[in-house]
Nanobody, 125 residues
Framework: VQLQASGGGLVQAGGSLRLSCIAS????????MGWFRQAPGKERDVVAA????????YYGDSVKGRFDISRDDAKNTVYLQMNSLKPEDTAVYYC???????????????????WGQGTQVTVSS
């Protein structure tokens, strides 16, 4: 599946952004979907993920209570609503897809087969 992430930009601390990841080439209903981020000089970390069933979600500790992942299989799209943004949220955000991925696997980047190109999020203080 091909993934196209969008919605990044420059926002002040405390603001909100909504990222979208539109899939093509296959239907995402059979994919667990994740959002990851990578800041300069740092490793790629999981932000949030949702299983293909939609029954399970995962959030990184630093974003719990502020970010929300959702999926709209009818639109073949996954979203990441980001609220109360902080300067430390600044990174390139990537969406990824893991076919028939399980709840145990969804926090691990190496489980994901397909990746989007990334969208830059910059939070100013």
């Amino acid at each position: 599946v091909q993934l196209q992430a969008s919605g990044g930009g420059l926002v002040q601390a405390g603001g909100s952004l909504r990222l979208s990841c539109i899939a093509s080439g296959d239907l995402i209903r059979s994919y667990s979907m994740g959002w990851f981020r990578q800041a300069p000089g740092k490793e790629r970390d999981v932000v949030a993920a949702v299983t293909w069933t939609g029954r399970s979600t995962y959030y990184g500790d630093s974003v719990k209570g502020r970010f929300d992942i959702s999926r709209d299989d009818a639109k073949n799209t996954v979203y990441l609503q980001m609220n109360s943004l902080k300067p430390e949220d600044t990174a390139v955000y990537y969406c990824a897809a893991d076919k028939w991925g399980t709840a145990n696997a969804m926090a691990h980047s190496y489980e994901y087969e397909d990746w989007g190109q990334g969208t830059q999020v910059t939070v100013s203080s």
